[in-house]
């Protein structure tokens, strides 16, 4: 008997190329979540690329708003690239950068991207794109969903324009009436970044927008019981959550190290959910403390976390809030940058930084004297975000060791983690003892000076 030679139609090729395609591509992207590795860095010879991926629960209800997020960051992507390529100065390193903040309300998420590129000239260029879901079935709104009639937009204006005169004015800012009045005119544009927070609508308005780029991004809270009859009843709740908090710190006899070789553990970028809490729930087991260099844009998002890490007596510091380059900003956006991060961080445990990171180690004296923090870099650098590998990680960190070393590391990779873990179990077998920064500054009698940067104690 003859074999059937069996063909597909058009059709049902067409079913197996998009199948395979969909499989692909929830591997490639909707497991990046559960990865805990949401993240993404490139380093080419003439641009650096980081980009912070929204952490939103990967359910099939998410998928849509998902690929949106992403499909809006890969064409932001393409046009960086596209500018950078002919570029005849090789000598610059040109940035991409990629930062958000989410929050979730009553049953809203919201996702907040800012897309900063810099291509040369005198500062960054600045992209900002929100997105709002309903958190239980990922349907995208928008503000007219939250408003209680298309006229109450203009209403909203008006409010919104004599808040900003009167933030000009509380903070010594000569904004031009004439600019506020336009970037608060009722169109959905300008009124498309906002945020509901315990004590009101908070509203973003991006650099250029109702002031100059010098003044900055310019955020404004309403009081809710000033949007009655703007605002739908329903969005007009304030949370739970007591103003009045106590946070407490664990502390703990350092006298038991003193004789031991120190190490001091630090982890940039985060705070993060899985990676960040997998790190906390493992120190105990070492009797060790840790630093967390922070990013303002990322701590509200993970307050329980770096609340956690906080109350478990590991060591917060900064590391700016949008991971810029240093060298690359004005006075005043360094300034942003450091008061930014830290109200964010001493809302959440009651304490500013005092530490301070620089993205990419970059600092000079005159940053520093800015600033007005202690500056931490490190002397061991696995390099964890390349190799993603915990066991080479842990390898080049126990290789390197040494009493006083800093261990550059990021708690938003599971494998950075792992890779410390595994560091740890052997280094605690040779005598080492895991300390925070200020535990070693202690231990080694160390007087800190904010003139100076350390790698190594």
């Known amino acids: 008997m003859k074999k059937k030679n069996l063909k597909l139609s058009d059709r049902g090729k067409l079913i197996i190329v998009i199948s395979v395609l969909a499989i692909l591509f929830g591997f490639l992207f909707f497991n990046i979540e559960k990865n805990g590795e949401n993240h993404e860095i490139i380093k080419e010879e003439n641009y650096y690329m980081k980009i912070d991926y929204p952490d939103i629960e990967n359910k099939k209800e998410n998928r849509k708003i998902i690929a949106s997020i992403k499909k809006y960051i890969d064409e932001k992507k393409g046009e960086f690239i596209d500018s950078v390529r002919d570029l005849e100065n090789k000598e610059i390193v040109y940035d991409f950068l990629v930062s958000n903040s989410m929050s979730e309300y009553e049953d809203i998420t919201s996702v907040h991207l800012t ?190 976390s770096l609340l956690r890490a906080y109350e478990q007596g590991n060591q917060i510091g900064s590391h700016t809030y949008s991971h810029l380059n240093l060298f690359k900003l004005k006075d005043a956006d360094i300034l942003r940058e450091i008061t930014n991060t830290n109200a964010n961080v001493n809302a959440i445990i009651g304490e500013e930084p005092r530490l301070l990171r620089p993205p990419y180690g970059n600092i000079n004296s005159e940053i520093k004297s800015l600033t007005n923090m202690y500056t931490i870099l490190w002397d061991i650098d696995p390099e964890d975000w390349k190799y993603k590998d915990k066991d080479k990680i842990a390898a080049n960190i126990v290789k390197n060791a040494h009493d006083g070393a800093i261990v550059l590391l990021h708690d938003i990779y599971e494998t950075s983690v792992d890779g410390a873990i595994l560091a740890m179990e052997q280094l605690q077998q040779e005598g080492y003892a895991f300390v925070t920064i200020d535990e070693m500054v202690t231990l080694k009698n160390v007087e800190l000076d904010k003139s100076k940067s350390y790698f190594k104690f």
Do not use: C
């Open 115 to 304: 897309v900063y590129s810099y291509t040369g000239g005198a500062h960054y260029i600045r992209e900002d794109k929100s997105y709002y879901f309903k958190t239980d079935v990922g349907e995208e709104v928008d503000l007219t969903h939250f408003l209680v009639e298309p006229d109450s937009l203009k209403r909203l204006a008006d409010v919104s324009y004599s808040y900003i005169l009167k933030y000009g004015a509380e903070n010594d800012l000569n904004f031009l009436e004439d600019t506020v009045r336009e970037g608060t005119e009722a169109t959905f544009e300008n009124f498309s970044h906002f945020t509901f927070m315990q004590s009101g609508l908070e509203i973003l308005f991006p650099p250029y927008q109702v002031a100059s780029w010098a003044d900055g991004e310019i955020r404004i809270v309403i009081p809710y019981n000033e949007l009655k009859g703007i605002i739908k009843d329903e969005y007009l709740k304030v949370s739970d959550i007591p103003s009045d908090v106590v946070v407490e710190k664990k502390t703990r006899d350092l006298t038991k190290f003193r004789d031991k070789k120190l190490i001091a553990f630090t982890f940039d970028d985060g705070p993060s959910n899985g990676p960040t809490n997998k790190l906390l729930d493992n120190l105990d087991r070492f009797e060790a403390r840790v630093t967390f260099f922070v990013l303002g844009s990322r701590v509200n998002q993970y307050s329980s």
